[in-house]
């Protein structure tokens, strides 16, 4: 018998697809929010190891 | 949950999808996801559509995160009420700690992904009807007091709010009007069904007003609170988000809210025993009909504002415009 023809997968399908289906949806959602969040021109900053100009002490000349 | 005699029901079988979809309160999220479109249609603003629907999302998920708790909760009056006895978890198709988890998840999830796709005034709100739904009216009301559905329905009355505050960022007369509706609607909808399901409510012991007052003290209940429901539910034609279309079927629809319940008023239970509560029946149909219709009044008027169709000189009485 395969691994993957144990009957627990054929009582489970519904779930698993289901559940795919929904993280799938899921995601394609996020996804199209943050474009038109990015779209709408909304400042979005990734906190990623490097120095934001915006927050170090204004330095007068 | 306070009889210590029961205990959860074995697990018949693998859990299916569509039974977590169950344990989320299909039915329940269509009134919530559609009281929150027209709350949020209605709202002055504008908010792209891509963000319009992923919050009606957060509030429909956070809605059924919140029925799953109920469930939960609830399970062991849930078995002894023929209602409801074929609910995922009596029925033994999910597990009650899987239902509590789905439900704390699902919360969790809502109302994080609300303040990130709208705002944290709107998941603030999801966040608190949540917890009204889940601990106030499930652990708390339900089984204290026959003005359980009084004070509990709050809960349903807020996703309309929420929907307005998606747009808005805030809360205005307009949105608490529509919180009121819902709210003054909700006791003779749930008083009309517990008529006719009295039964099943005194033998989970639950305190529904039938079963505490008697039904004559419902049936005046029923009455009063569609008296005090139809100027609430016509005062809003004349805000910002009414009109004449909205002002013309309140005043229908109310007029026949109020019919209904002076039929079911001026019966006993002698002529109810005789038709089988059809007249209650017939209420508790009309009752939701009556809800969606409001709500649609609501979407249509600003349908009508999008096309720039709105009749000048309209008096705005109440809120912002008066």
Redesign the interface.
């Known amino acids: 018998m395969r691994p993957d023809s144990h009957e627990l997968y054929d009582?489970?399908r519904?779930?698993n697809?289901?559940?795919g289906l929904v993280l799938g949806a899921f995601v394609v959602?996020v996804f199209?929010?943050t474009?038109?969040?990015l779209y709408?021109g909304q400042v979005i900053k990734g906190y990623d190891h490097i120095v934001d100009r915006d927050l170090l002490p204004k330095i007068e000349e | 949950m306070t009889d210590s005699t029961w205990s959860t029901p074995p697990r018949t079988h693998e859990a299916q999808f569509g039974d977590y979809v169950e344990l989320l309160k299909p039915r329940v999220m269509r009134l919530v996801i559609f009281t929150a479109l027209a709350g949020l249609l209605a709202a002055p603003g504008f908010v792209n559509p891509v963000i319009a629907l992923a919050s009606i999302i957060c509030i429909a998920v956070g809605a059924g995160a919140s029925g799953a708790l109920n469930m939960w909760w609830d399970n062991d009056i849930d078995a002894v009420m023929s209602r409801t006895a074929t609910r995922p978890i009596p029925s033994g198709r999910v597990g009650k700690d899987e239902a509590l988890a789905i439900g704390l998840v699902l919360s969790g999830f809502s109302v994080v992904m609300l303040a990130l796709f709208a705002n944290v005034f709107a998941a603030g709100l999801l966040a608190f009807t949540i917890f009204f739904y889940a601990v106030i009216y499930s652990m708390w009301l339900k089984r204290a007091t026959p003005q359980n559905i009084v004070i509990g329905g709050a809960a349903g009355a807020f996703p309309p709010m929420i929907g307005w505050a998606v747009v808005t960022g805030g809360v205005s007369v307009e949105s608490v009007l529509m919180f009121a509706i819902i709210f003054l609607w909700t006791p003779p909808h749930f008083w009309a069904l517990a008529l006719f399901r009295t039964d099943d409510y005194q033998r989970a012991a639950v305190p529904m007003l039938p079963v505490i007052a008697g039904t004559r003290a419902t049936r005046n209940q029923i009455f009063a609170y569609s008296l005090i429901l139809a100027p609430v539910a016509i005062a809003p034609a004349f805000t910002i988000v009414g009109g004449p279309v909205y002002l013309v079927g309140a005043l229908i629809l109310n007029a026949m809210f109020v019919h209904g319940a002076w039929r079911i008023w001026r019966r006993n239970d002698a002529d109810a025993a005789a038709d089988r509560m059809l007249v209650e029946k017939k209420y508790f149909g009309l009752s939701i009909v009556y809800l969606f219709i409001h709500f649609g009044l609501f979407i249509a008027e600003a349908a009508l504002r999008l096309a720039g169709l709105t009749t000048s000189g309209w008096p705005v009485l109440i809120g912002a415009g008066a």
């Open positions: 009582r489970r519904s779930r697809i289901g559940l959602l199209s929010v474009l038109v969040k709408e």
